[in-house]
């Protein structure tokens, strides 16, 4: 189990074969977990709603994809400005870096947030989305922007985690909102059936912001204050 024992790595110093594959690995497992993370919503709506609900969540790949690629894309720049600072060993600086990348995470989630809600229509519109599907792609759409904060939270502490060689946490962090993500569709969809949009709901409110949560508890730990 030492691949998931919480620890970083030191990419300063020593052979970097082995630290290279510690390293990827959990990465690598985090990004097939994004895969199932969505491919569960698929699964349960297509197996226990209806096929114009598992339509509806194909209709919305494109936006969730636009938008979860540029977060990842802008957490990469805090994971640059953070590993450069870590490097140095100015400690004050990369603790700067972390700060302002949750700031800009959050800000970022709830400006990109607001705006699709208010023109989710519209985007519905120039998705030529069809009417069948309509009212459950929007709603998915719009439960998925409530998320978003804690999704960019999510990218952006899990690359700071990154650029000081931990990619355990933010696989863990994964695992657990997985497992909440699954749980939550099947409860209440099979065993409290309340609908599309109320099955959506519960993983906006519970996998993602448990997801958000796990990484932002451990963040407060990546660097330690120094003694005095």
């Not at 700067?96 to 705006?115: C, K, N």
């Not at 030529?128 to 439960?143: K, N």
């Not at 990218?155 to 749980?183: E, H, K, Q, W």
């Not at 959506?200 to 660097?223: H, M, P, T």
Request: charged share 15%; proline share 4%.
């Amino acid at each position: 189990m030492a691949l998931f024992a919480r620890k970083s790595l030191d990419m300063l110093s020593g052979s970097l074969w082995d630290k290279i594959i510690l390293f990827a690995v959990p990465l690598a497992f985090t990004g097939v977990l994004q895969q199932l993370f969505n491919a569960a919503d698929v699964a349960v709506l297509g197996r226990y709603v209806s096929n114009e609900a598992m339509a509806a969540v194909g209709t919305d790949v494109p936006v969730i994809g636009t938008v979860v690629s540029l977060a990842m894309g802008l957490a990469l720049g805090a994971n640059v400005i953070v590993a450069r600072f870590i490097g140095m060993k100015d400690e004050a600086a990369a603790n700067r870096g972390v700060h302002t990348a949750f700031a800009l995470a959050l800000i970022l989630g709830l400006v990109i947030a607001a705006i699709g809600e208010i023109f989710c229509s519209e985007i519905m519109a120039l998705l030529s989305v069809p009417d069948s599907v309509s009212e459950h792609a929007s709603d998915y759409l719009r439960v998925f922007l409530l998320g978003l904060p804690f999704i960019t939270v999510y990218n952006f502490l899990a690359a700071v985690f990154r650029s000081n060689g931990d990619t355990n946490t933010p696989l863990m962090a994964l695992i657990v909102a997985t497992v909440f993500n699954i749980a939550g569709n099947l409860f209440f969809v099979v065993v409290i059936p309340m609908g599309h949009g109320a099955r959506k709901r519960s993983r906006g409110g519970n996998s993602l912001c448990e997801a958000a949560q796990d990484a932002g508890r451990a963040a407060s730990g990546i660097f330690p204050p120094a003694a005095a």
